[in-house]
């Protein structure tokens, strides 16, 4: 069943519309056409403000108070990706960065499991390390910075998706 988003300025990427909406159907943007176009007996849903596409963030290492190293798990990203969407985040990569082994396979379990309970925004994850070169890496713990073997293969690959 189709229905409408009325009222809000639309910005589609590219420019603004003033008087237009936003068609949904089966959950997905079908369409964007002017509101006087709209047949008469499509459910409308009237927006202020203005609508416009979601931010995919494909680095965020925390928020709300969390910090994704310090707290990998379920409830952290659900914590951050609530403190993102309020700025207009709609998809995010919890992102960890260069430590242990064994955090790095908690973080992939983590978001392993919040891929599976649906917690909204989660894409998959970014590794930003541990495989990277010493002389370029920056902030990260030269401690942990490590050549890719077969149990790190086995890590990375253990989402199956994102």
Known sequence: MAFALTGARVFDGERMHDRAAVVIEGGRIAGLRPESDLPANIERSWIEGLLAPGFVDVQVNGGGGVLFNAAPSVEAIRAIGEAHRRFGTTGFLPTFITDRREKMRA?????????????????????????????????????????FDDEDFAIVTALGRG
């Open 107 to 147: 973080a992939v379990g983590a978001v392993r499991a919040a891929l599976e309970a649906g917690v909204p925004g989660v894409l998959g994850i970014h590794l930003e390390g541990p495989f990277l070169n010493p002389a370029r890496k920056g902030v990260h713990d030269a401690a942990h910075i490590r050549a």
